[in-house]
């Protein structure tokens, strides 16, 4: 069995969510986080179906590839995935995040995935419990944890999500997977999903809103 391609990042990456930019300049907006010194870049696209939300398709994940020589961290809210997966592979995508609520075919969508060449990563909403994972484990190479509902920026961190990321880092024990925390997290909600077992932080608002983007995601990075 073929091991999926893993992450190389520094020990707490920092991923900033394009979905807080200027839509009418997402190039600008990649290289401006990217000189500020994200890791990745965390690119949410949603379909208005399985998310009450419409942002954007493989042809923006193309453009902003141009643009910037961060990782691109593709988020698929989108159901099902499997008919796009190619597209957004071929526009770009360096990992590919489907959720486990979206196909019923989770196993066979990862390895569509791994097949491409790309990251395979599975997310759970805020309902989905962490055993839903069990069976995946070995076909992804990073989970993320919705800290909000999924479908809309700018939502609070869930009282309960800490919990939820220590679950998941539970599950995952040794293996050489990243947990990524998804969903409201700011400089004084980012220490306590660090400490819970996230390595992977994104970030919308707090980085993309602020003055000083470079500072902003400093401050994640420190906390």
Known sequence: MTSPPLWDLPALAVAPSILAGDFAAFGDEAESVEAAGA?????????????????????????????????????????????????????????????????????????????????????????TPPDALSFVLHRVALICVMTVNPGFGGQAFLPNAEDKIAAVRHLVGDRPIRVEADGGITAHTAPGAKAAGANVIVSGSAVFKANDRAAAIAALRAA
Request: glycine share 6%; proline share 9%.
């Open 39 to 127: 890791d990745l870049l965390h690119v949410d696209a949603m379909d208005g179906h399985f998310v009450r939300n419409l942002t954007f398709g493989p042809q923006t994940v193309r453009a902003i590839r141009a643009r910037t020589r961060l990782p691109l961290d593709v988020h698929l809210m989108i159901a099902p995935p499997e008919p796009f997966i190619e597209e957004f592979a071929d526009a770009g995508a360096d990992g590919i995040t489907i959720h486990a609520e979206a196909t019923p075919h989770l196993d066979r969508a990862l390895t569509m995935i791994a097949e491409r060449g790309v990251r395979p990563g599975v997310a759970i909403a805020p309902a």
